[in-house]
């Protein structure tokens, strides 16, 4: 079992920036794909963001290209997910999860570990 934790959520006006964490224990955490995923209410969960363990690949969905950035520092066992440019529509709890598959994972099921989620909540 790797314990994440998620951080860094909160309520923020429209337009501004957060930057949210993903802290875990354990060395292995570094080799392991990383995603961001985030459910609203009433929506199923969808990934919004995956790195690769190296940190060399990333994939964004459209709804956040060009907003979201996802990297982590191995050295540190942190995933980061940098929020710019809010929108209403980006308010959901935003959970971290931790695979030991290889590649940019997109889907819930090849996800073997994951955070309690933390909230996010923008204001128009």
């Known amino acids: 079992q790797v314990p994440l934790v998620e951080s860094g959520g909160g309520l923020v006006q429209a337009g501004r920036s957060l930057r949210l964490s993903c802290a875990a224990s354990?060395?292995?955490?570094?080799?392991?794909?990383t995603g961001w995923f985030r459910q609203a209410p009433g929506k199923e969960r969808e990934c919004v963001a995956a790195i690769s363990w190296s940190g060399g690949s990333t994939y964004y969905a459209d709804s956040v290209k060009g907003r979201f950035t996802i990297s982590r520092d191995n050295a540190k066992n942190t995933v980061y997910l940098q929020m710019n440019s809010l929108k209403p529509e980006d308010t959901a709890v935003y959970y971290c999860?931790?695979?030991?598959?290889?590649?940019?994972?997109?889907?819930?099921?090849?996800?073997?570990?994951w955070g309690q989620g933390t909230q996010v909540t923008v204001s128009s």
């Open positions: 999860a931790g695979s030991i598959r290889a590649g940019l994972l997109r889907a819930q099921n090849d996800y073997d570990y």
């Open positions: 354990g060395r292995t955490f570094r080799s392991y794909a």
